[in-house]
């Protein structure tokens, strides 16, 4: 019996530590989630903290650049109002000599345009003219040319009519 006492007290034994280490085992997996969570919180909380800071950074940085801009615009606006009213002035010193000569020289071109205009339009009605001319000679001619032929033919009639018409012959009304 002693035997199965010893054997008995080392399965409770054996049952202890395997409970002790059981419970061991799970306190150390519970603190080992809880450092876990502890330090994913922590983790969190400092990238929250990091993406705040870099928010505002980045406000900071924002606001300072339209700053700038708004800076930058107004010299930029002042320097363009400057410029505008120093080319005013340059423009009212400057001299007239040069708008006379500019005005002289559209002056000539317009005179030189009318003139080409109007020796370009005699020279369409010296053409048409020609051409009249031309058409009247050639229609002179034509009756001229008519006239003789006529006066040839009346010459003939004169001719033919103090002469005998013999009988049984026809007479030919034109020369041949």
């Known amino acids: 019996m002693k035997r199965k006492l010893r054997k008995g007290e080392r399965k409770a034994d054996a049952r202890e530590v395997l409970a002790s280490r059981r419970a061991h085992r799970d306190e150390t997996a519970r603190h080992l989630e809880a450092e876990r969570r502890s330090r994913k919180e922590q983790e969190n909380r400092d990238s929250r903290n990091f993406q705040h800071e870099k928010r505002m950074q980045k406000t900071l940085q924002k606001e300072k650049e339209e700053r700038r801009k708004s800076e930058e615009y107004l010299d930029n606006k002042e320097h363009s109002e400057w410029s505008v009213a120093m080319a005013k002035m340059a423009h009212a010193e400057r001299p007239k000599p040069i708008i006379e000569a500019n005005l002289e020289k559209y ?4 005179a030189f345009r009318h003139e080409e205009h109007a ?11 020609s051409e009249e001319q031309a058409e009247l000679e050639h229609t002179m001619l034509q009756l001229q040319r008519e006239r003789e032929l006529a006066m040839s033919c009346l010459e003939h009639t004169r001719i033919n009519q103090q002469l005998p018409i013999p009988d049984g012959q026809h007479l030919a009304a034109r020369p041949k």
């Open 119 to 129: 020796r370009e339009k005699q020279e369409a009605m010296d053409a048409r003219a």
């Open 107 to 110: 002056q000539t071109m317009a």
